[in-house]
C-alpha cells in the first residue's frame, strides 16, 4: 500500500508548485546565469501569481490533499514556479527560477527533489545562456549540455505552453530540457469543456500529449482564462489510471 501511494505521487506530479529559498551558492549561480540584457526587459509580465491546490486518484484510492502549484515573484526580474505534494511518508518539491524578457520565459535554475525522508532523490539543471549550455547533476551523474534560445525546464514548460495554446495551429510545441538533454514535447488541442470543480464551473482548454508510446495517454484540461494553470489532469499507462483534479485556487 505505502509503496503504491508513493508511486501515485511521483507519477501524477511528474506528467503534470510554497515558497524554499535559494542557497547562497546557487544565488550567485542564478546570477551568473542571467543574459546582461536581462535589466532592459519592458513587456508586461503575462501571469497572475496563484495557488492551486489538488486532489489525486490512482490504484483505486483518492487522496483529497495531494498538493499544490504556485507561482510568486521573488524579486524585481525574478519569479518562481513550484510544485510541493506529500503523502505518508513520501514528498516531493520541484522549483524553477526563471525571469521574464522580451516576451520569453527564460529559465535559470530548476530543482527537483523527490523520495522518503531515509531516501531523497535530486536532480539539478542551472542555466548559461552566454554560454548555451546547462549543467545537471542527476543522482550520481552530472555534466552539462547544449541549450537553445526557447528551451524550457520540466515546470517552465507549462508556462511556455499556456502562452502558445491560442495560437490557431491545433499543435503546439514546447522544447524542454530534462536531465541532461533537450525532448520536444508535443501537445493537440481537442475541445472547450466545461467543467465542474468545488470552485464552481470552469471554462476550460482541452489538450492531449503526444507519445511515441501508444499505449500511454496524457490529457490535461487547463483555465481557459488562466492556462498556465491545470484544473483536471487524466493520465493512463498501460492500463494504470491517474486522475489530478483542482480543488481550490488563490489568485494574487
Avoid at 489538488?54 to 525574478?78: F, N, P
Avoid at 527533489?113 to 550520481?140: C, I, M, N, P, Q
Avoid at 511556455?160 to 495560437?167: F, H, M, N, P, V
Wanted: net charge negative; proline share 5%.
Amino acid at each position: 500500500m505505502e509503496s503504491k501511494r508513493q508511486q501515485l505521487i511521483g507519477t501524477i506530479f511528474l506528467s503534470c508548485l510554497i515558497s524554499v529559498p535559494v542557497l547562497a551558492a546557487e544565488k550567485s549561480a542564478l546570477e551568473d546565469a542571467q543574459p546582461q540584457s536581462a535589466a532592459a526587459a519592458t513587456v508586461e509580465f503575462p501571469f497572475k501569481l496563484f495557488t492551486a491546490s489538488y486532489r489525486g486518484e490512482a490504484y483505486g484510492m483518492s487522496m483529497e490533499k495531494l498538493g499544490t502549484r504556485s507561482l510568486m515573484q521573488v524579486d524585481a526580474q525574478r519569479y518562481r514556479i513550484e510544485y510541493k505534494a506529500n503523502a505518508m511518508m513520501y514528498s516531493m518539491e520541484e522549483t524553477s527560477d526563471f525571469i521574464w524578457q522580451d516576451n520569453h520565459i527564460i529559465p535559470l535554475a530548476y530543482h527537483s527533489e523527490r523520495g522518503t525522508f531515509l531516501s531523497k532523490r535530486k536532480a539539478r539543471l542551472l542555466f548559461d545562456w552566454d554560454a548555451g549550455t546547462a549543467e545537471y547533476k542527476v543522482k550520481k551523474r552530472s555534466g552539462e549540455f547544449t541549450i537553445s534560445p526557447g528551451d524550457q525546464d520540466p515546470i517552465t514548460s507549462t508556462l511556455t505552453l499556456a502562452l502558445k495554446i491560442d495560437q490557431k495551429n491545433p499543435l503546439i510545441e514546447v522544447s524542454e530540457a530534462k536531465k541532461d538533454s533537450v525532448e520536444m514535447l508535443e501537445f493537440e488541442r481537442i475541445d472547450e469543456p466545461e467543467l465542474q470543480t468545488p470552485i464552481g464551473d470552469i471554462k476550460t482548454l482541452h489538450l492531449r500529449r503526444i507519445h511515441d508510446d501508444p499505449e500511454r495517454q496524457t490529457e490535461i484540461w487547463v483555465h481557459r482564462e488562466y492556462p498556465y494553470i491545470p484544473v483536471k489532469l487524466r493520465q493512463n499507462d498501460d492500463g494504470e489510471v491517474f486522475l489530478l483534479e483542482l480543488t481550490d485556487l488563490k489568485l494574487n
